[in-house]
């Protein structure tokens, strides 16, 4: 059996004001094909001011949604090579 060793780079860039974050997660694959998603968290006012805690909780939503999207582009992959629906594993 060969083993073959492939690395997937992923970007994370953040926005913020004094009251929300934004967080853009960029993949790209080998194929040279790129999948985007985004996150945002929001500060309450009469919370502290603490931007590490929004990027980590936007970061987090950014690559939830980036791994499904992956989830999905995989299983539409599969369906297109096989003909039939695939069903993921949840």
């Given at each position: 059996?060969?083993?073959?060793?492939?690395?997937?780079?992923i970007?994370?860039?953040?926005?913020?004001?004094?009251?929300?974050?934004?967080?853009?997660?960029?993949?790209?694959?080998?194929?040279?094909?790129?999948?985007?998603?985004?996150?945002y968290?929001?500060?309450?006012?009469?919370?502290?001011?603490?931007?590490?805690?929004?990027?980590?909780?936007?970061?987090?939503?950014?690559?939830?949604?980036?791994?499904?999207?992956?989830?999905?582009k995989?299983?539409?992959?599969?369906?297109?090579?096989?003909?039939?629906?695939?069903?993921?594993?949840?």
């Amino acid at each position: 059996m060969v083993m073959t060793t492939v690395g997937w780079h992923i970007e994370l860039e953040f926005a913020e004001d004094t009251h929300r974050t934004r967080a853009a997660a960029l993949v790209r694959l080998p194929d040279g094909s790129e999948v985007r998603a985004h996150g945002y968290a929001s500060r309450h006012p009469s919370d502290k001011n603490q931007p590490r805690v929004g990027e980590e909780i936007a970061g987090a939503r950014a690559l939830n949604e980036l791994a499904m999207k992956m989830l999905t582009k995989a299983h539409d992959e599969i369906d297109e090579a096989s003909g039939r629906t695939s069903h993921p594993l949840t």
